[in-house]
């Protein structure tokens, strides 16, 4: 298998795992605290360094990681995000509630511009679960509104139009082409950094053949020693000059000719 074909397939397997992750993340935030999750996306980071940095042959593995797992950890937080909507999309039940009491959102403090809404049936009892959350003055007491509530009283109940998870959904997997389009990116530079050092090598070992051959060849009765460029394809005609003259031969001829004096 040649290294060009190896490196698309380190590409693919890199890009599997980086979508993976981002899976594997969002199922875990769901059970998992900080405690388990930050040193799992550090361990994450560092290997996806490892494996760009291998990819792309030279210093920018470590910021292409970084980008992959900022991509990732946005993706992550958005789909926890629409989780809830999506959730509530799939198992709620629209109801006609009337609203019996509003307070502000204890979490906004007394300036808060955000209200909580309890919500009761027609026949009196009261939405389990969490209370609606609405913009301040949205909805008056004993005002009648529609929602979609759970009915295991998990979810807090929404606006039919608010619990739309589209939006999340299409962030999400714009982020993970983003991640993907970084790996890509990342193999492409590394193709071209491989390519660079490989020409520079054959470059080399040429300049080295010629050097060997002026310095060892044998001149002629007119004291000019004729080599062929042909043999060194990669080697410019000033570059050979220029090891000639390192060697105290001058051109012999019309300027191009790749024979030299001593």
Known sequence: MSRGHLRILSAIGIGCYALAAIVGFFLLADHYGLGVLVPLWVAHGVLLAVLLTKLCADGTGLSAALLVVGASLVAVYIADLARDDLTLERRGERITATVVRD????????????????LARRDGTRLPGPALRAGSHSFAVGQTVTVLADPEGV??????????????????????????????????????????????????????????????ASADDHGVIEVHPAHYPDVSHRRAAGIAGQLGLQPADEPGSWRFRR
Do not use: C, F, K, S
């Not at 307070?103 to 309890?118: E, K, L, N, S």
């Not at 998870?165 to 991640?179: H, K, P, Q, R, S």
């Open 103 to 118: 307070w502000p959102d204890p979490d906004q403090g007394r300036q808060a511009d955000t209200y909580d809404y309890a």
């Open 155 to 216: 979810l807090r109940p929404r606006m039919p139009g608010d619990a739309d998870a589209t939006g999340d959904v299409l962030g999400v997997g714009a982020l993970a082409l983003i991640a993907l389009g970084v790996v890509a990116a990342t193999a492409r530079r590394g193709a071209v950094v491989a390519r660079r050092r490989e020409e520079r090598a054959r470059v080399q070992e040429q300049e080295h053949t010629l050097r060997e051959a002026l310095r060892t």
